[in-house]
């Protein structure tokens, strides 16, 4: 069974850092293009950062030049260094990765919470 597991979310004061990890396990035989995502209570699911199975990257205008997302495709897992956190960057932070099992599949994980105290 495939499965995205994240770590690392907590509470943290404004301007600090977190930093987000998420491991898949299971009969992987490739994964693509893999992201971050957020709700935060009462907003729709968005967007944080991408990056390719290449390393390439595209960030929410929200969180450039504060977030880095990068990826070791030999543990088959992606990581989001959070810093100078805003209240406003509190949310569950969900993992995505599409990848190949060998079939298509399109995987999110469970979601970690992450809350930034003013």
């Known amino acids: 069974q495939v499965q995205l597991v994240e770590s690392g979310g907590g509470l943290v004061q404004a301007g600090g850092s977190l930093r987000l990890s998420c491991a898949a396990s299971?009969?992987?035989?490739?994964?693509?293009?893999m992201g971050w995502y957020r709700q935060a209570p009462g907003k729709q699911r968005e967007s944080v950062a991408i990056i390719t199975r290449s390393g390439s990257t595209n960030y929410a205008d929200s969180v450039k030049g504060r977030f880095t997302i990068s990826r070791d495709n030999a543990k088959n897992t992606m990581y989001l260094q959070m810093n100078s956190l805003k209240p406003e960057d509190t949310a569950v932070y969900y993992c995505n990765a599409l990848m190949e099992v060998p079939v298509v599949l399109d995987a999110w994980g469970q979601g970690t919470q992450v809350t930034v105290s003013s």
């Open positions: 299971g009969s992987i035989f490739r994964i693509n293009t």
